[in-house]
């Protein structure tokens, strides 16, 4: 298996632009990033991001794409300050998958859901947490850690690979039951509405957005906090 790691640079932009994410993907044998398999077109999932241009995002509150994010490498990259990016589509019930790379120390997230017109996308959007578990104080515990529902559901640990390499993530939202798999590992699942979510949000932060994990449908998130993070051959299926 080859990796590709966030190489030091000079700036974020030299960081980002140190991308090395030439033909191999983070599983071997995988198709080159950014494509789909014929079996994947017949089963009806289609790319959201080409690997070439940002075409089918925008910012969160915003129509176009914010500067601070860019296409480098074949991968949808936050290099600077610039906000969340959400989906120009909006989804109800679907499969999802990307891989994500972040560098040392890195976080971001995934936003499921996510309704418009909120101050931010938190309010309303559930997130998978996207992370360096090793270096960032949020890894310390198991429900901020990578590929948690953030700060709701835990996640096993050994299950997301080192900052510099790349995760693969695949997301479940069909009605109110919703899964989280990382690098092929189902690391949580959980119900929408359910007296146990009802209970955690309660108990959250989230508790005080009444609209937090309401929305039947909305956009796909994938969030700025800071750091430089790239995100390559996202793709989905929508379900019935």
């Not at 969030?223 to 379900?239: E, N, T, W």
């Amino acid at each position: 298996m080859t990796t590709h790691r966030l190489l030091t640079g000079t700036g974020a932009i030299g960081l980002a632009c140190s991308l090395l994410v030439g033909g191999a993907s983070a599983q071997g044998g995988a198709p080159a990033p950014n494509t789909l398999t014929p079996a994947e077109q017949k089963a009806g999932w289609r790319l959201l991001f080409d690997g070439v241009t940002t075409s089918g995002w925008r910012g969160y509150d915003s129509p176009a794409v914010p500067q601070g994010w860019r296409v480098m490498e074949g991968a949808l990259t936050r290099v600077a300050s610039g906000g969340d990016i959400v989906t120009v589509d909006t989804f109800r019930n679907f499969e999802f998958s990307l891989e994500w790379q972040v560098l040392p120390g890195g976080n971001s997230g995934i936003f499921y859901r996510a309704a418009d017109g909120a101050r931010a996308i938190y309010w309303s959007a559930p997130e998978m947490q996207v992370l360096d578990d090793a270096r960032h104080p949020d890894g310390k515990s198991p429900l901020t850690s990578a590929g948690s529902a953030y700060g709701l559901y835990p996640v096993p640990r050994g299950v997301v690979r080192p900052a510099g390499e790349w995760n693969r993530v695949r997301l479940v939202i069909n009605g109110n039951h919703v899964e989280h798999w990382l690098n092929d590992v189902k690391v949580v699942e959980y119900q929408l509405g359910s007296a146990d979510w009802s209970e955690r949000v309660a108990g959250s932060k989230f508790a005080k957005w009444p609209e937090f994990g309401k929305a039947a449908e909305g956009r796909i998130g994938l969030q700025d906090h800071g750091d430089v993070v790239a995100y390559r051959s996202i793709k989905i299926r929508v379900l019935p």
